[in-house]
């Protein structure tokens, strides 16, 4: 263990690891350091551990508590959306653009923020998600442009969600719900939305204690993980 401002975190060493989340710090700080390899990054969403880290620092990891989840068959659309989605307007589909998802999503943040914790290390470790079927992406196409979308990881019947973006109106949102309803189809039992957003509270998102959230994840990341693209082609 080492002390940083003031809490005490985890030291990772090079052996694939994690504490146990309960010993995470009041703000969901776990532990440091480590790497992105595709075996860890599986090891910590399998006990509801993240990365998150600004570009140029150290790794973090985090388990939040309380836990942003949405469980799928709670979606709810709202009602202008439900209007909105009636017109077609964007093609949805998925696992088409990982790429370019992943690196949009990045430019948004930085843009907006001015900096962005998925930095070329984060986006070259996603995409080996991707290339194994583990890390999953959801398209929003105006005139065979991508105007938005989201990534996230499925592991047994958990999708993780990791980040979103948009450059036209509601264009994450309509992916989004074709997730969810995509999620349904699949039998997923769960969707990890890690913090709070009222964006996602919107949804039918809720709050649950980290213990609960454990109790949860113990018993989805058990079911057979699909590995196979979801989906290349235009969702209806």
Known sequence: M?????????????KNMFPSPEYAEGNGLLAIGGDLSMERLISAYSRGIFPWYSEGDPILWWSPDPRLILFPEELRVPRS????????IYEVTMDRAFGEVIRSCAAIHREKDGETWIGGDMIDAYMRLHEYGYAHSVESWLDGKLVGGL????LGGVFFGESMFSTESNASKVAFV???????????????CQVMTEYLMSFGAREVSRSSF??????SVTKTTMRDKWMDSSVQ
């Open 214 to 219: 454990s109790r949860l994840l113990d018993a």
């Open 81 to 88: 959306l439900r209007k909105f989605m009636k017109k077609d």
């Open 178 to 192: 074709k997730l969810v309803e995509r999620l349904v189809d699949l039998d997923f039992e769960m969707i990890d």
């Open 151 to 154: 990534y996230g990881v499925a």
């Open 2 to 14: 080492m002390t940083t401002c003031g809490m005490t975190v985890f030291q990772l060493s090079k």
